[in-house]
């Protein structure tokens, strides 16, 4: 990987390698933009096979978080970071408080959450070597039930543009991961009515959400050919892709993960086949949202983030409405509409202060 093209693609600013021999750390921040503010991402924890795909990862990551955080009306740039290794075995105070302290060195450009495999018990490890990190217990807490929160609402917006109501009743949702914020969604979806298909590679979860939920457990494989109203991904990035828009049978994709889009092209070839895509940084964005009075410093407010979780409904409304009124895919079109903020907030004329 030449890494310096890489970044000059899509203009990173800043790619740190952070390595610490005695605890086993090696991790990578990748700060993206900082344009609207300090750039916000959490860390997840994740083997790799390669450091290159590791890097590769987390600047994919940052990108997306800043668009996020653009789209949304966020005063906050994008970054991520990934600690590279099982997160089975690598763990270890030290190794989180190491952590913690390239974070600390970055003096406020970089702030961090928990994200993937990471959980309170590291997050407040980080939090012993620095303060720029949210989602704490002692702030906002686990920002997955309030993401699954803002991907129900985004769902809910896509199927009335399809089918003009909110009501899911008898609708049909194929749901790809029961982690953290797939089964709260599921739970949301079923409690509105909704008939589920799910899978995951937990059998103890796939079991709990027949029992609890009343839904058809399928093969990992199978979710991409199930015939449904809204397929949900709420596992890892990169399962649009060639091999799966062909086995695609749903008339919407909404769901929580990150980087759904293996390539742009995919949106394409999405919008050919009549299939609604829901930007990914958008729906998923009410783990953001659900943190920024950690960042202000109020005190946290759980209604207050739903209300403010709810308005990703409007969000998803608004880059329909872009894509309709420009003639482009509903992936160019949430690009549109982050771009046009950072554009805009960027030529506010600086002011020198010491």
Request: glycine share 10%; aromatic share 8%; net charge negative.
């Amino acid at each position: 990987m030449d890494i310096f093209k890489k970044m000059e693609e899509y203009d990173y600013e800043q790619l740190v390698l952070c390595q610490d021999k005695n605890t086993g750390l090696k991790a990578v921040i990748a700060i993206h933009d900082t344009t609207l503010g300090p750039a916000l991402g959490g860390t997840r924890i994740c083997e790799y096979e390669s450091d290159e795909d590791a890097i590769e990862d987390a600047l994919r990551l940052a990108k997306g978080m800043t668009y996020k955080n653009a789209a949304l009306g966020l005063n906050l740039g994008g970054g991520k970071a990934v600690i590279i290794g099982d997160p089975k075995k690598i763990k270890s105070e030290a190794l989180f408080r190491a952590f913690g302290r390239f974070v600390e060195g970055l003096n406020g450009r970089y702030i961090t959450g928990e994200d993937m495999n990471a959980t309170q018990e590291d997050a407040s490890y980080i939090n012993c070597e620095t303060d720029y990190i949210v989602g704490l217990e002692t702030g906002s807490g686990n920002p997955s039930p309030v993401t699954a929160f803002g991907v129900f609402k985004g769902i809910q917006a896509a199927v009335n543009e399809i089918y003009g109501t909110d009501d899911l009743t008898g609708k049909t949702v194929a749901i790809q991961g029961l982690g953290a914020v797939g089964r709260i969604l599921a739970q949301h979806l079923h409690e509105a009515g909704a008939k589920l298909y799910v899978t995951t590679r937990d059998r103890a979860k796939l079991d709990k959400a027949v029992a609890d939920f009343g839904a058809t457990a399928v093969g990992l494989d199978e979710i991409y050919g199930i015939e449904c109203d809204v397929f949900a991904p709420c596992a890892r990035g990169a399962i649009i892709n060639d091999k799966t828009i062909e086995q695609f049978r749903c008339r919407i994709i909404a769901g929580a993960a990150n980087n759904q889009l293996a390539e742009p092209r995919h949106g394409d070839m999405l919008e050919e086949k009549g299939i609604l895509y829901v930007p990914d940084y958008v729906i998923n964005s009410g783990g953001v949202i659900n943190i920024i009075d950690d960042i202000s410093g109020r005190e946290y407010n759980r209604e207050k983030a739903l209300k403010n979780t709810a308005k990703i409904y409007d969000a998803c409304k608004k880059v329909f409405e872009i894509a309709k009124r420009d003639g482009i895919p509903t992936y160019k079109a949430a690009d549109r509409m982050a771009e046009e903020r950072i554009a805009a907030v960027g030529k506010i004329k600086k002011i020198y202060n010491r």
